[in-house]
Structure formats: C-alpha cells, structure tokens
C-alpha cells in the first residue's frame, strides 16, 4: 500500500528490521502516518524550525515531522537496532535528517540544532518526566526551545496542566506553569499504539513565556514547592517551618494563610512566597 511518503508502510519497516518491541526501552510505537503527522502539527508551523526528537524508534513521528515540513530533525535514539530503518527515512529525505545513536540523558541535544528549535516527542515513559524538568530548569531563561510538543501516560499530563485544589496539582504543575503555557492537546486510547500500554496517553504542548508569568527565583521557588508538595497534607507553617523561624509572617506578607495546605495555593502564591523568602 502506497504512503504519504513513497516509503513503505510502518508494519512493513518494523517486519523488515525485525524491530520487536523492548518493554525495558518504553517502546510503544505509532504506526498510523496520519495520527503521526497529526501530532507533528499540534506543535505548529514547523518549517523553518528545527526539531529535536527523543526515541524516533522506527520513524513513524519522524515522517510526519518530516512531511510537515520541518527544516531539520534531530532524532535522538538509544536502540542501535532502530538505525537502519532511520537510515531509509534519511535517504527519502536528503541532508533534513540527522540520527543520533545515544541516551536522551547524556547528550547536549542543542549543540547540534539552530534555532528556531521545537521539541516534538512520543517519549519513553520511563525518562520522559524527568527529560521535561531539564528542559523546564535550564541554567539561564529563555531556553533552547520554543516549544515542546510531548507525548505522557494521561495521569503525567493532567499534572503538567493541573490547577490548584486537587491531587494532580504539584511541582509539575507550578515548574511547567511558571515559565509556559502548556495545554493537552490530544489523548489517545492505549489501542493507538504497538503494542499497546496498559494506560491512556495524551499529548502536552508547552509553549515558552519569554519572561516568568510571576517574578521569583527559580531556585528558590523549587526549594519551596519540593518542601511543601512532599509534604502535602500537612499546613504550610509546619511543612515550610525548617526554611525561616519567622515562616509564618512570610507566608501571610505572601497573602497565603499558614494554616493553608500545598495544593490550595496557587501558582501566584508560590512566587509571592519565593520573593518573600528573599527579604
Ligand atoms: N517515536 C516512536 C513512535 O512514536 O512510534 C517510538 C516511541 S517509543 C514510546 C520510545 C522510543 O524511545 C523507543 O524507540 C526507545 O528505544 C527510545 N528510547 C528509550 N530510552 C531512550 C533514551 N534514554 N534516549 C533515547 N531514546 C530512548
């Protein structure tokens, strides 16, 4: 059957390279071209940009970024396996195509991209949360992307997007909050993938504020999200009490009350708090 692409149908590719799925490398793969292409443009207009890929696996996100027009994609992927099948997409697509064969973890992804630069990946599960707080917590604000366009289990991605006053709600959701608008965009049942995952999916799209939505410092408002959030049942002037012995006036200059819990407080609060915490 003819593709979008002229190459051949991902069930095909994924038999030709005898790509079983690694459970232990989070592989789950898309091999609907349509659905692909779909998520590639939930991260917008991608020509003239480049885009960084995490886990290409058999290249199914690949072609759609691909065929949505990005400049260059940088597809970064730590099974060696998946090479040659990347090496097909590379021929179709001449000097657009670069593949790294390395660990997402150990690389300086951006060294090799020039900006404008979007992120666009269905990420293993296993490294996917803690690739998003890098890419939140650079040393310096603006960072090296525009946007990242991330595939999550559901349950990861209403906690991104969550507001105050429920379970979801937590660092993930102050750290993403503070400096992007991030939004589920998509969510797939567990069927759209192979094999399929025992959860639901969905798809984030965080696009960078150029400055914080409220001043504050970024190492001091992690201080202070990660103590209140661990823990969370407890009122602020007891889960905060070892940051300052006057925590209490604080806190109420911040306009919170201590009797108050983590999850109550909005995004608003916590800075208020970290610029509190600076006097
Ligand atoms: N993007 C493909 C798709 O949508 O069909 C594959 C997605 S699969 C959920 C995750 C991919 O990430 C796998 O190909 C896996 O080998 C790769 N991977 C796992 N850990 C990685 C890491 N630390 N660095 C780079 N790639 C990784």
């Not at 030709?16 to 789950?28: F, I, R, S, T, Y």
Request: aromatic share 6%; proline share 8%.
């Amino acid at each position: 059957m003819a593709t979008i692409d002229g190459l051949p149908p991902l069930r095909e590719v994924i038999r030709a390279h005898d790509l079983v799925a690694k459970k232990q490398l989070g592989q789950n793969f898309l091999l609907d071209l349509n659905l692909t292409a779909k998520i590639a443009r939930m991260a917008g207009d991608l020509t003239g940009a480049d885009v960084l890929e995490v886990g290409p696996g058999p290249g199914g996100l690949t072609r759609g970024l691909l065929a949505e027009g990005a400049r260059r994609v940088l597809a970064v992927e730590k099974d060696a396996r998946c090479l040659a099948a990347l090496a097909e997409i590379q021929a179709a697509y001449p000097g657009r195509l670069e593949v790294l064969n390395a660990d997402a973890l150990e690389i300086d992804a951006a060294a090799h991209l020039t900006p404008p630069i979007k992120v666009v990946a269905n990420l293993p599960y296993n490294v996917g949360t803690e690739l998003l707080v890098r890419w939140l917590t650079p040393r310096t604000w603006p960072p090296f992307w525009d946007s990242l366009t991330l595939m999550f289990q559901k349950e990861v991605a209403e906690r991104i997007v969550a507001r105050p006053g429920g379970k979801a709600y937590g660092r993930l959701a102050i750290l993403a909050q503070w400096r992007t608008d991030a939004r589920i965009v998509m969510t797939l049942p567990p069927e759209a993938f192979t094999p399929p995952p025992k959860i639901h999916s969905a798809v984030v799209h965080l696009a960078r504020l150029a400055e914080p939505r409220y001043p504050a410092d970024a190492a001091i408002l992690s201080r202070i999200t990660a103590m209140a959030f661990n823990q969370r049942r407890k009122m602020l002037r007891a889960s905060l009490k070892a940051l300052a012995p006057d925590i209490e006036e604080r806190l109420i200059a911040a306009g919170i009350q201590p009797t108050q819990r983590a999850e109550e407080v909005p995004l608003e609060g916590f800075c208020a708090l970290a610029r509190m915490m600076e006097k």
